[in-house]
């Protein structure tokens, strides 16, 4: 009988809105691919809201960007092509026309909280339907410029990822999940997770920002599989 892989959880704070949480998890992605066949990991997802109050029609993300971190046009535009280089290196797209706008993601949130409810708590992938939504919401956001404020791209992304769009729909019409993003908020916050990404490892080791894979693999072999020879 082949021997059971010890098991790592990876908890992620993160907002569709957040640029370095595309990132962070493409550079986690080399991490597991570097333990892969010593160390099984099991990914969840969390809600973050970088702009709890953003309004149902946007914010020009440029002007919100300026606005927020008090920086000229300048700033913003390199700070933009720096981001959108490093996400290329990655194999990830960022096409911000003129058009892009930051966006209210409640209600992205509560369909990743129900794909994470549909979940298996011990199932054997790494990761699971959660993910692959996470990853299209990002991909509608920040490749295709979609609205993903708007329920029909919601249920739209949803069923890209082979969940049911008729539930999807039914959920983003009423409050579904609402009340569980709300709780699951406010207990990050209380875990002092005030950025993100944020990465928990099994359960008590918080990993804060987009790190390079070399941060998290370090953690890892003196944390983790340290413990368990």
Same mark, same amino acid.
């Given at each position: 009988?082949?021997?059971?892989?010890?098991?790592?959880?990876?908890?992620?704070?993160?907002?569709?809105?957040?640029? %370095?949480?595309?990132?962070? *998890?493409?550079?986690?992605?080399?991490?597991? +691919?570097?333990?892969?066949?010593?160390? $099984? =990991?099991?990914?969840? %997802?969390?809600?973050?809201?970088?702009?709890?109050?953003?309004?149902?029609?946007?914010?020009?993300?440029? $002007?919100?960007?300026?606005?927020?971190?008090?920086?000229?046009?300048?700033?913003?535009?390199?700070?933009?092509?720096?981001?959108?280089?490093?996400?290329?290196?990655?194999? =990830?797209? =960022?096409?911000?026309?003129?058009? =892009?706008?930051?966006?209210?993601?409640?209600? +992205?949130?509560?369909?990743?909280? *129900? @794909?994470? @409810?549909?979940?298996?708590?011990?199932? @054997?992938?790494?990761?699971?339907?959660?993910?692959?939504?996470?990853?299209?919401?990002?991909?509608?956001?920040?490749?295709?410029?979609?609205?993903?404020?708007?329920?029909?791209?919601?249920?739209?992304?949803?069923?890209?990822?082979?969940?049911?769009?008729?539930? $999807?729909?039914?959920?983003?019409?009423?409050?579904?999940?609402?009340?569980?993003?709300?709780?699951?908020?406010?207990? *990050?916050?209380?875990?002092?997770?005030?950025?993100?990404?944020?990465?928990?490892?099994?359960?008590?080791?918080?990993?804060?920002? @987009?790190?390079?894979?070399?941060?998290?693999?370090?953690?890892?072999?003196?944390?983790?599989?340290?413990?368990?020879?």
């Amino acid at each position: 009988m082949t021997e059971a892989l010890p098991r790592l959880s990876v908890d992620i704070v993160s907002d569709v809105m957040c640029p %370095w949480c595309i990132i962070g *998890w493409l550079k986690f992605e080399k991490v597991m +691919a570097h333990f892969e066949g010593r160390l $099984a =990991f099991r990914v969840q %997802w969390h809600p973050f809201e970088l702009n709890p109050d953003m309004p149902p029609e946007g914010e020009d993300a440029a $002007a919100h960007v300026m606005r927020k971190y008090g920086i000229s046009a300048d700033q913003s535009r390199a700070n933009s092509g720096r981001l959108a280089d490093i996400a290329r290196e990655l194999g =990830f797209a =960022f096409n911000r026309g003129p058009e =892009f706008r930051m966006r209210n993601s409640f209600d +992205a949130h509560r369909l990743l909280t *129900w @794909a994470g @409810a549909l979940e298996e708590p011990e199932q @054997a992938a790494a990761t699971g339907v959660q993910t692959a939504l996470k990853l299209a919401l990002f991909r509608a956001h920040f490749t295709d410029n979609r609205d993903v404020s708007d329920h029909a791209v919601l249920a739209d992304v949803a069923a890209s990822v082979g969940l049911d769009r008729v539930r $999807a729909a039914a959920i983003l019409a009423g409050d579904d999940y609402g009340e569980m993003v709300r709780v699951e908020e406010a207990y *990050w916050a209380d875990q002092n997770v005030t950025g993100v990404p944020a990465f928990i490892l099994g359960g008590r080791m918080m990993v804060p920002g @987009a790190q390079d894979p070399e941060v998290f693999i370090r953690v890892i072999e003196s944390k983790v599989l340290a413990a368990a020879a």
